[in-house]
């Protein structure tokens, strides 16, 4: 089988985030080599400890970030469905998530008895990690928009043991106007917003194939109305983490940058166990008036990763209509 290329234009794109030629072809590289093999221990149902002993009697795994134990890293080539069909996956014991999906939660830092909700939350590897958080404490809100990814979501709640999750079926930017009308306000809001996808080539080849800029500007878009809304769900002193699989500065910097522009917010600096890069203060002839140092940037080159963007802000004061 031919090795997927980027079109050109994205080409243009990456060389352009990614200037120095041994760091794009290092990039170049990575995306067409198959990602590791991540998952997430389910510390509502065992701890990290005791996934590690069995888990270890049967594949070489590999705590790699001492602060984070729930994060284990199989080291070895795995057959078709070998993880999925593993007993402790079966159980519920952990989930099969890569490793730059674990980063929003991480940054959001949802803590027992809070209020949270996940905007976009199919099919449930970022909301299963959130209610371990919350060790099953407090009211977590689940929302999608379709009923085939609700099934998903609400079979992999059920596996995870999750009891504190609320799963709805609405419209994003349709669900956060009604909750923000009935002022119910939230501690903490994920936002891991619908994209183009461009961090995950390594994982989807036909990423390579449905890359279109105009797509871009039109996620965009939706995306400032989703942040928008978002954030007038949150209460004064809550948070909000945005994060997208994507490297498009119009789908990550710019959508910060209007939260900025437009709503008493604060950006606050992204604290992650994996290597991060600055974001960017201009593209394509656009400012950012923002703090690039706050954001995370995570490139596949960086960490032996899919690629991903994760940012935190906090509101301030009530946002007036």
């Known amino acids: 089988m031919a090795r997927p290329e980027m079109k050109p234009a994205f080409e243009e794109r990456m060389r352009e985030l990614l200037p ?19 998952i997430r221990c389910n510390t509502l149902k065992i701890s990290c400890d005791e996934l590690f002993s069995r888990l270890k ?37 952990y989930y099969v998530q890569e490793v730059c999906s674990m980063m929003s939660v991480i940054a959001l830092d949802p803590k027992p008895g809070e209020r949270v909700f996940d905007v976009c939350a199919s099919p449930g590897s970022k909301t299963t990690q959130i209610a371990s958080m919350m060790q099953n404490s407090g009211t977590l809100i689940a929302n999608d928009v379709k009923l085939d990814r609700i099934r998903i979501l609400a079979a992999n709640l ?20 009604r909750l923000a009308e009935n002022n119910f306000k939230f501690d903490k809001i994920l936002l891991d917003a619908p994209c183009s996808g461009e961090g995950t080539l390594r994982s989807s080849a036909k990423t390579f194939l449905m890359w279109n800029p105009k797509v871009i500007k039109k996620i965009s878009r939706e995306q400032k109305k989703l942040i928008a809304n978002a954030i007038k769900c949150l209460r004064v002193g809550g948070s909000i983490v945005y994060s997208t699989c994507t490297h498009a500065p119009e789908e990550n910097e710019e959508i910060v940058d209007f939260a900025l522009k437009n709503f008493p917010v604060r950006l606050e600096k992204v604290h992650l166990p994996l290597k991060c890069r600055p974001g960017v203060n201009s593209w394509k002839g656009d400012s950012f008036d923002l703090d690039a140092s706050k954001l995370c940037r995570i490139y596949p080159q960086d960490n032996n990763s899919e690629g991903f963007f994760v940012s935190k802000i906090t509101l301030l004061e009530e946002v007036k209509e």
């Open 20 to 38: 120095d030629k041994e760091d794009f072809d290092k990039y170049n590289e990575i995306i067409h080599q198959k990602p590791l093999n991540y």
């Open 57 to 93: 009697k049967k594949w070489n795994v590999v705590q790699p970030y001492p602060s984070y134990p729930e994060i284990i890293l199989i080291d070895q080539e795995l057959g078709p469905g070998e993880l999925g069909n593993a007993i402790e996956h079966i159980l519920g014991y």
């Open 158 to 177: 059920e596996r995870c043991g999750v009891m504190n999750c609320v799963v709805t079926r609405n419209d994003g930017v349709g669900l956060c106007i």
